[in-house]
């Protein structure tokens, strides 16, 4: 299995200056800091503590790491912070953008991530979780957000590039049928055309905390829109069937042809993306693209058809 990561850097490479005001938001001076593995920006992500015990978990990146990470986490500062109260999304303690630091500041979520390979009660615990998530968040409290189809259809393109210039290597039964994963790919963008839920775009198993009381908690909110309340389950579905799994309570809600023509769309993307350079600070993403691509070619082939 590939691993998702970036290079990061931790809380002792902050600023002085941002670091005093991060401890201003915790209240008081952290005394520890643990750096968590794993994502894909080249920022901190940082698990603190001060003296009396209060925890946050902060994330702090720079343009000058990767003017991409900075962006997002300028939209995931704004997304979290308008999050309603109740939804299972960590809270927001705070949080700045000096325009050279861009800083959340966040409740310390206790959990693990779901296991990979998945396992059948996680995955039905995810996908009522995110009955409750489209639930909380339907209609769309937080205004302003772009569309999941505007979102989408730049990426789903990836199979009309394909075809335009197809790679060596690229698997034979999709080599023969490009023209069919271009089709589908664009019924997934039709799909997700309509629809009023604030929607998440980017879950995996890394995105999910699950509290010891087996509550799910879905973090990172960079690429938050609007788009159907089925979405982020199948987007999910996708994490199943690459990491093995059962990926039909996911699937359920959603009508098949939409839910093959939205995981069609991401497979384009993947393998598209994986041909391209990675980018600064994030040396396995293409490596990670190519793996999920090549994962979902097999339930691509069974739900379109040899």
Not at 4 to 18: N, T
Not at 57 to 84: Q, T, W, Y
Not at 111 to 122: F, N
Not at 275 to 291: K, N, V
């Amino acid at each position: 299995m590939v691993a998702a990561s970036g290079i990061r850097i931790g809380w002792a490479d902050l600023p002085v200056p941002v670091r005093h005001e991060i401890e201003r938001i915790v209240g008081g001076p952290v005394v520890t800091a643990e750096s968590q593995a794993g994502g894909f920006s080249p920022g901190t992500a940082d698990r603190v503590c001060t003296a009396d015990g209060r925890r946050a978990f902060v994330k702090a990146v720079s343009p000058a790491l990767n003017a991409d990470s900075a962006a997002m986490a300028r939209a995931e500062l704004r997304i979290s912070a308008a999050m309603p109260v109740g939804a299972p999304v960590p809270g927001v303690l705070g949080g700045f953008d000096d325009g050279e630091w861009v800083v959340l500041v966040l409740e310390d979520v206790e959990g693990a991530h779901p296991r990979t390979p998945w396992v059948e009660g996680e995955i039905r615990g995810a996908a009522a979780a995110l009955r409750d998530l489209a639930a909380a968040l339907t209609p769309a409290p937080i205004p302003g957000l772009p569309r999941a189809a505007d979102r989408l259809a730049p990426a789903f393109g990836g199979w009309a590039d394909i075809a335009a210039d197809p790679p060596g290597d690229l698997d034979p039964w999709a080599a023969q049928r490009l023209d069919v994963l271009c089709a589908a790919a664009g019924r997934g963008i039709a799909a997700v055309s309509t629809g009023d839920t604030v929607v998440h775009t980017d879950l995996r198993a890394d995105n999910i905390l699950i509290r010891p009381d087996g509550r799910f908690v879905f973090i990172d909110w960079p690429w938050g829109c609007t788009g159907p309340a089925w979405l982020d389950a199948v987007l999910l579905a996708i994490n199943v069937v690459v990491h093995g799994g059962d990926p039909g309570p996911l699937l359920a809600g959603a009508d098949p042809r939409a839910a093959a023509g939205v995981i069609a769309g991401a497979a384009g993307y993947f393998l598209n993306r994986a041909r391209h350079p990675a980018p600064p600070g994030l040396p396995t993403l293409r490596e990670f693209q190519r793996f999920q691509g090549d994962g979902l070619l097999p339930w691509l082939r069974d739900a379109l058809g040899d």
